[in-house]
DNA sequence: TCCTATTGCGACCCTGATGTCGCATACTTG
DNA sequence: CAAGTATGCGACATCAGGGTCGCAATAGGA
């Protein structure tokens, strides 16, 4: 895979795409390039999910299940930029995250309409839904999450928390 | 501060710390026995936060607070366990987080007890407390948490999520 | 078929970091 | 005060990895 291991020597990176260390350099002159690249390419696969799940229209919680489904299936992506603080300090990543984007309209949104409690702060609803998409993504990698029960049991976490539910009556879940 | 980012060069560490290079090296021979000490006293850091969080004793979600409070009030060290995945891999972190440990056992009372949600398994459970202590650490120290409010909004987080609350009859939080 | 672009491959240089030593200088402890 | 210990300090060897180059082989298109 990519780069998979920030450690990876650059030899190590030919090998994994079968080619050589020359032919790499002929792309990417410099290992920072490379890696631009890769995050760039990693950043826009996000963005392009975003746009993808349609933030903008239907329900909030809808749209916002829509948006976590989408996440978790590009999982690898999003674990490659954050499990590496230097990748995750990239210019590309910080301004993903920090910006006041459309995930944090659809967390306004979603406040609005009385789904998402006001008082927790747009920027720590957004940064801990990432947080748990990462947490899931790295589970299912690992094997200790199973890979169909994922989505059901992060949207779970992610909406109620991890205490039992009081009363259960609103429809979750995309799966069966 | 000490090993802030894992590219730190010896000298660096070394001027951080105030000494010379070559003093490092007397107490530490090699830069990966340096990461390992400093791997070494942050799990046994978090190691006795678990335990003087007396995990055991008591109902399981007043337990489940004391540990979360312990856990962000040495989220410098948690941090750093978990910002690099060099050293998250490390034996002694992946010990503390694989293992079927007292936290583990914390989470099964709470379920037994009808506080927990039987529905999520209790690996992930613990996970993603991990995740969002994580989270709350990392918001606070860039700023986007403010520091008095981090662990009730933590709190909130892990035990009801992003929802708006159906109804709110328990405590919660130990500050004013 | 021939021409061109791309790749494979090995050799090379260079930089930066690690690890080692020897010595001079405090600092503490008896 | 004296001996032993820890530290500051610079010099040095070593080495892994990044980056460059030239050449042969191959592929692919006109």
């Known amino acids: 895979m990519w780069v998979r291991d920030r450690d990876a020597t650059l030899a190590d990176i030919a090998a ?4 050589h260390r020359a032919t790499l350099h002929r792309h990417f002159p410099s290992r920072t390039e490379l890696l631009d690249a890769t995050v760039r390419s990693c950043v ?8 993808a799940a349609a933030i903008a ?3 909030p919680l809808a749209a916002l299940r829509r948006l976590v489904a989408a996440y978790l299936a590009i999982g690898d992506h999003i674990r490659f930029l954050f499990e590496d603080l230097a990748v995750t300090r990239h210019p590309a990543v910080a301004e993903l ?32 839904i990432w947080a748990l998409v990462y947490a899931a993504s790295e589970a299912v990698n690992d094997g200790t999450l199973p890979a169909h029960d994922a989505l059901p049991v992060l949207l779970r976490t992610i909406e109620d928390g991890i205490t039992r539910p009081r009363h259960r009556n609103r429809p979750r879940g995309t799966n069966p």
Chains 1, 2 share one sequence.
């Open 16 to 19: 994994a795409a079968e080619t």
């Open 44 to 51: 826009a696969e996000i963005v392009t999910a975003t746009e």
């Open 57 to 59: 229209k239907g329900p």
């Open 97 to 128: 995250t920090a910006a006041d984007g459309p995930v944090t309209e659809l967390i306004r949104r979603g406040q609005a309409d009385g789904t998402l409690d006001t008082s927790l702060a747009p920027a720590w609803i957004e940064r801990s």
